[in-house]
């Protein structure tokens, strides 16, 4: 979230697409409530009427993955009739920069386009640079060159007839989505997985990122773009990287070719030296020093073409390549996509290892009903863990704010928390390579890592928010951090540093809110440095001062030279005002320190003359990219219904991954085979894979099992009645279920032709107290080409009354 | 003290204590006597709920080592003392009965669990961690260079044979230090939840 639940009070209008906040996250309601209650309104786009939409002001039923569809349409709208807001989009964002002459979007292809290679090369995305490697503005928005005039031609396709032949939502009804939408300022976007879960993912949030930026309603209190992030702790675990691709606090990992830590900067900049040399000294203590690359060559280098995601693994384990997976707190036999390919893979290990609350499916896959134990050869260790409330340890939410809590109960029975785990398991893994001398045992042998005997999770907390190397003394807060030279600090995650400066800020307790923004500045601890509502400098005027008066911020104080306000000031320095390069930028971690409706490639502070000595020249930040275009283009699900209405010759996504190295695991079905869209959701009594939620007796009792969702006229078609028993079945895998007949699924037009949706809920698996076939026995494993999610929320499927 | 309907309705509910307890029928003594919740008496303990990301805040009524109540914290800015159904369901998992408290072992080609120890359980783990790593060691792969386009050796460091899942459900420093373990063991292969 760029902002947080306790923001949502202050909008004027709610774009809930892509979320079933009312069921997901039920505690959003209670600030939207308090917004309408004001007069706010809500809209609602999703493919069925779900609770959220009851609660609608406007619900508009959408086909599934058709969504960036009609938000180019709103985009459209927005453009032709000028409803953006001229200061900010001429300050804050990317609109006079002049696109470089060479870039193109021709029938479905940006320009450089490799169809062999199945990706672009991305040169002709950039800017029309100066002299000094800074890229040149237009002087108004009239430029045939600039971003602005790029995003002009390039929605200009998108009108709302367009957008209602492939989304089924009637023109009137996104017009009116659209003019409600930009007539309410502030107004915000929530989405989940909704939107996530498609192989455009990346490309629906860029859509909402363009449409918040030409509003002016990124960095105000009720607005900005609002992920509800969907598991207790998955801010704070993707914040520490348990991600292939990243580092703690968003640095990428060393690839294959990074040599040297000069040779990772030259890709990443420098700006990512410090973070980078703060983490091998949290990691490497002493030993790491700048005459060895603070042991840079320790780091696992990944390989750049293997690309090895959620689902890629399991592609890999099929292939062999793991003998050993060590599994903690996840649920993948029931959560993974297209899971046969989860079944056959664990067959492939010598070992699995499952730290778990509950006798989950993924620890007894050698024992799912129609499997032979005698056939699988894997060695399965299950380890009881400890609950939340039975240890010491912080989770951030959806809203960035870190809250720490001490455990409440002795873990029940012999189980641990997985700290104590994995703390006693390294320790005996050094053990075993003690008296090594074998290079590749260095890093094991000598990294850093003493949380106590009775491991200390605040320790642990306190390496991440980092120390002063010289003095051995915890960083007080991140300016410290910021204002050290490289080599001298370490953090374990630099976003968190002053977590535990200052005693421990994470177990903060007062919730006062003097401003009644619902910032609760002194509620536990945001990161980064308890900024609370992420680019805030954006909420004032070019002089610094707030555009919205009901709802101030942050704001330039000029008698006493200083950023300050009700919430911390997000800027580059607080003593920098708006008259300085610095004071202006709204958008720091850009490397233009502007909103980006153009993901350009280009890097900053870029040398003019490149070093003498032959090497590559480093610059300052280069910018974050999507490897599928710079413009947010409408392509179809990898499965679908129909073809591309604005190009049919580039249907579905041309990035588009689909790991397949065992052949046929992962087949494509056809429309005329399978005629039906399936998507996939929750329940509010069910938690995700519901390795916990089907274990407790009172939620099983409010919602014992999925079912199928169809429509009245699917159900007349196939002969069928309110809870009969029905197959449905992709071209990866079926299952029966009870149907449910609703009018909360209404058929709908694609290019003039009926279609319908099918709705099942997934969290369901053959263990537990409350057994159910599981809908991912149907889903394919095709991926975002940037972000690597699956497309779990449309696919093909057939169904039939038994 | 007058009792009236209401109050004797209340009151009825408790008379065979009171009778019991030898305290008669006064209604007054009786009352105040009567309405102990199981809360008194009890700790109450903040904690954070384990489902979506809002974080609400959980306050768990411990007695003599026991959970026996859990509510919303009502000084929590965020949720004020409400929770969905599934938060209020938490104090369930506390003693489930289906909860697994001994480590287990699954034989290769075994039907059923035996039950092992920590100790044992660890030590194999910790053995195959290292038999894996040596054995699906890659000190260094062919590349091509980002110059010439020539395959080139370049050092990698990775445990092939290693993957680690997890985890959107644990606490920051535990995810914390699954990253770092599987970097310093060489293994890139550490993904979760959040990518899906």
Known sequence: ?????????????????????????PIAMRWINRARDKGAKIIVVDPRFTRTASQADIFAQIRPGTDIAYLGAIIRHILVNKLYDKDYVLNYTNALYKVSKGYKFDAGLFSGFDAKGKKYSIDTWGYQLGPDNKPLKADSLEDPDTVFAKLQEHFSRYTFDKAEKITGIPAAKIKEIADTFCQAKPATILYALGMTQHTTAVQGIRSYAIIQLLLGNVGKAGGGINALRGEPNVQGSTDMANLFNSLPGYLPAPIGTDKTLRDYLVRNGSIQEKPLVALLKAWFGQSATKENDYCFNYLPKYNLSVNASMVRIFDLMNKGQFKLLINIGSNSLVSIPNRQMVRAGLAKLDMLVVSDLFEIETAQFWREPGVNPAEIKTEVILLPAAFVYEKDGSLTNSGRWIQWKDAALKPLGESKPDLEVLDSLFRRVRQLYQGSTDPKDEPVLKARWDYGQEPSALKVLQEISGYDETTGKLLPTLADYLKAPAGSVSTGCWIYTGVTGNGNLAARRKNGDPSGLGLFKDWSYAWPANIRILYNRASCDANGQPVDPERKLVWWDPVARVWSG????????????????????????????????????????????????????????????????????????????????????????????IPATVPGIQKVGKPEDFPYVLTTYGVVEHFCAGGVTRNIPVLNELMPGPFAEISKNLAQKIGAQDGDTVEVASARGKLRVRCLVTDRLQTYKVNGKDTETIGIPWGWGFASLSPGPGANELTIGALDPGAGTPEYKACLVNIRRV | MKVSRRNFLKLSGLSLTALATGLGLDPEIAQAKGYALKTEGSQKLPSICHFCSGGCGLLLYIKGDRLIHLAGDPDHPANGGTLCPKAASLRHVAYAQERVTKPRRRAPGSDKWEEISWEDALDKVARKIREVRDSSWKGSEQLPDSKTGRPVSYAVNRAEGIAMLGSAEVDNEESYLLKKFSQILGTPYNEHQARI
């Open chain 1, 1 to 25: 979230m760029t902002n947080s639940w306790t923001d949502l009070q202050n909008s004027r209008c709610f774009l809930i697409a892509g979320s079933n906040c009312a069921e997901n996250h």
């Open chain 1, 566 to 657: 009700n919430d911390g000031p997000d800027v580059v320095d607080k003593t920098k005002g708006p008259d300085t390069p610095e004071g202006k930028q709204s958008f720091r971690m850009n490397p233009e320190g502007v909103g980006r409706l153009f993901a350009a490639k280009y890097t900053s502070g870029m040398p003019v003359t490149p070093p003498a000595d032959n090497l590559s020249p480093i610059g300052l930040r280069p910018a974050g990219l999507c490897v599928d275009g710079p413009l947010p283009e409408f392509y179809e699900p990898v499965e679908s219904p129909t073809s591309n209405l604005l190009h049919s010759e580039v249907s579905s996504n041309p990035l588009v991954v």
